[in-house]
């Protein structure tokens, strides 16, 4: 890369799992880390779903300068049950350490979670914006075929000042109601996918002031790697496409979502 960018979503911790069950070698967290910032991915942001994802979030913050850390309960474990008075209470407490720079990734899901679990999901929802509103902090939202909904809460409650769609996925139409909101669209490996063509066209008119650019890793492996566990160290593939969507100079893009980045988690030691 021609310059350094920020990988603003991704989970480390099952990075060695997944690599382990699907027969590449496993990695260590330093390791992973290291292969990124040889590639001009320097930073990364590690993002919990769970308590104990968020507390180890929380403690890989703590200890490697190179990273911040996202708390929370991913909407699919609220639908299940999981955001307990006292798992809430435990993501307040994270949200007040130093190196912890958001509530996420929560949100809504209408896709993996029933209906039956939607009303429960939204209230954690609601609980998790106001976290990150109490700690003046950035929220990272999930959603998956609840748009709709998404907004609607957002609108009732009153987003944070720094408020990320992670992995945007839906059409331009729709980011532009997102845009017009203030929100920032983060894109995934998802845009080198030939039939990503929708979530191609959403890219192509954000605005660099409201991009960030994520892994998601292990998930969502950019092309030509689609099929293997994905890393921070792949966030260049996705970078380039989203330098030709947008019709921006290498550089400049990664200057731009780096910039984008500081302002919404502030700065990296």
């Not at 490697?64 to 049950?81: K, S, T």
């Not at 609108?155 to 997102?178: F, I, K, M, Q, W």
């Not at 845009?191 to 650019?213: E, G, H, K, R, Y």
Request: charged share 20%; proline share 6%; aromatic share 6%.
């Amino acid at each position: 890369m021609p310059a350094t960018a920020v990988d603003s979503h991704c989970h480390l911790d099952l990075i060695a799992d997944s690599l382990a069950e699907d027969g590449y070698p496993n990695i260590e967290v330093d390791a992973e880390l290291a292969a990124a910032a040889a590639v001009g991915i320097t930073r990364v942001v590690q993002v919990g779903v769970d308590v104990a994802s968020s507390q180890w979030a929380a403690e890989l913050a703590q200890r490697h300068p190179d990273v911040l850390a996202m708390v929370a309960l991913h909407p699919n474990e609220a639908g299940a049950g999981a955001a307990t008075e006292g798992a809430l209470a435990e993501i307040n407490r994270l949200a007040a350490l130093p190196r912890v720079r958001g509530i996420g990734e929560t949100g809504l899901d209408h896709f993996r979670t029933g209906e039956d679990g939607w009303a429960i999901q939204e209230q954690s929802f609601r609980a998790h914006i106001d976290i990150a509103k109490r700690h003046g902090i950035a929220l990272m939202i999930h959603t998956r075929d609840a748009y709709e909904d998404m907004l609607r809460v957002l609108d009732e409650e009153g987003a944070p000042e720094n408020t990320v769609l992670h992995c945007y996925s839906s059409d331009a139409e729709t980011a532009r109601r997102c845009l017009d909101r203030g929100l920032v669209l983060s894109f995934s490996g998802t845009v080198t996918f030939s039939n990503a063509t929708a979530t191609a066209q959403a890219a192509a008119i954000t605005p660099l002031d409201q991009m960030l650019v994520e892994t998601d890793a292990p998930f969502l492996t950019p092309m030509p790697f689609r099929g293997r566990p994905n890393g921070p160290y792949l966030t260049p593939y996705t970078i380039r496409a989203l330098a030709e969507l947008t019709g921006t100079d290498l550089a400049t893009l990664c200057q731009r979502l780096t910039a984008t980045a500081e302002r919404v988690f502030g700065p990296w030691p």
